[in-house]
């Protein structure tokens, strides 16, 4: 709900001071949230020429049916995006993750975000107030709070506390959900009924491996298969930066979060996809389909985790 306000408050302060610029629009979960840079993803755009301002709206613990939801709730509240940029996370379409927070209303459509107001507090209870209560919750607001690690290099141990540990699964079972790529699919459905250009991207992981049981290396091909048949099929832009070499070990805080450094990095190269998107350049960059690609893998994870690089 904070990141789908923020949403419309950009855009209604960008309204009131008839500024010329689209509103591009980022979804996805704390790989978005923490991997791109939306401020400094303006100035790049700028320095292309492109007159457009971002909305950075990844919600850390969500996937794609939350999105939905925050999504439906604000172009029901009349936002009008330029585009629409989706940053995809290894573990989007893993039914076995337990880091997926999914409501759990098979159907969103009757969903409907209620304001933040006295009124509702008294009127929805404990329930109106629980997400901030709860432990998860709290870190949530805390970590919005700050801004995150955009702003906090080098973070000391209270930020630390505050912001909490990211814990990532080594358990490499993996079974994809079709209902999860679904949502994915419904959040482009609103974009397409509304003629709003709609991309995804592959958030990139960290390339050191520290054991063969992690899960990022044993499923990439698998985890992103469903997601690019889908924007082959529809003529979707997708930009994969899970690419060896990409990125180095210093830019994560963990396995799947860009330290502030790394987000940067992201960033300037989301911008150059963006440009080449502006000039009608519909690039789909796919993992390779190749059957021998999960044994390099595996290969590649018994180097790095022997050598410790």
């Known amino acids: 709900?904070?990141?789908?306000?923020?949403?419309?408050?950009?855009?209604?302060?960008?309204?009131?001071?008839?500024?010329?610029?689209?509103?591009?629009l980022l979804l996805g979960s704390s790989v978005v949230e923490r991997g791109v840079d939306d401020s400094y993803l303006d100035s790049s755009l700028?320095?292309?020429?492109?007159?457009?301002?971002?909305?950075?709206?990844g919600a850390g613990g969500f996937f794609a049916k939350a999105n939905l939801v925050m999504f439906r709730a604000m172009l029901e509240r009349g936002l009008h995006p330029a585009r629409v940029i989706y940053g995809i996370f290894l573990q989007e379409l893993n039914g076995k993750s337990a880091i997926h927070s999914n409501l759990s209303d098979e159907d969103t459509s009757s969903i409907k975000l209620k304001q933040k107001s006295l009124w509702n507090v008294i009127r929805?209870?404990?329930?109106?107030?629980?997400?901030?209560?709860?432990?998860?919750?709290?870190?949530?607001y805390l970590f919005a709070y700050n801004n995150a690690f955009r702003d906090v290099h080098d973070p000391n141990f209270f930020q630390r506390l505050s912001f909490g540990e990211n814990l990532?699964?080594?358990?490499?079972?993996?079974?994809?959900?079709?209902?999860?790529?679904?949502?994915?699919?419904?959040?482009?459905?609103?974009?397409?009924?509304?003629?709003?250009?709609?991309?995804?991207?592959?958030?990139?992981?960290?390339?050191?491996?520290v054991s063969l049981a992690d899960l990022p290396y044993l499923h990439r091909q698998e985890a992103y298969h469903a997601?690019?048949?889908?924007?082959?099929?529809?003529?979707?832009?997708?930009?994969?930066?899970?690419?060896?070499?990409?990125?180095?070990?210093?830019?994560?805080?963990?396995t799947y979060h860009l330290s502030p450094n790394g987000a940067r990095k992201l960033t300037e190269m989301l911008s150059n996809k963006i440009t080449d998107w502006q000039r009608g350049l519909i690039e789909q960059d796919v993992t390779s389909p190749s059957p021998y690609s999960r044994g390099?893998?595996?290969?590649?994870?018994?180097?790095?985790?022997?050598?410790?690089?």
């Open 124 to 140: 929805y209870g404990p329930a109106a107030l629980s997400p901030m209560l709860d432990g998860s919750g709290i870190h949530i």
């Open 227 to 254: 997601v690019e048949q889908f924007a082959l099929n529809e003529n979707i832009p997708i930009w994969n930066f899970d690419k060896p070499g990409a990125f180095e070990n210093e830019d994560f805080l963990d």
């Open 46 to 57: 700028a320095q292309h020429g492109l007159l457009y301002y971002t909305t950075n709206a």
């Open 1 to 24: 709900m904070l990141r789908a306000q923020t949403a419309l408050d950009r855009e209604h302060e960008s309204t009131a001071e008839a500024r010329n610029k689209g509103h591009i």
């Open 296 to 309: 390099a893998e595996v290969q590649d994870s018994l180097v790095r985790s022997v050598f410790h690089f």
């Open 168 to 209: 990532f699964e080594k358990d490499s079972s993996y079974v994809m959900n079709p209902d999860y790529l679904r949502d994915l699919e419904e959040i482009y459905q609103l974009c397409k009924e509304r003629n709003i250009p709609f991309s995804f991207f592959n958030a990139p992981v960290r390339p050191k491996v």
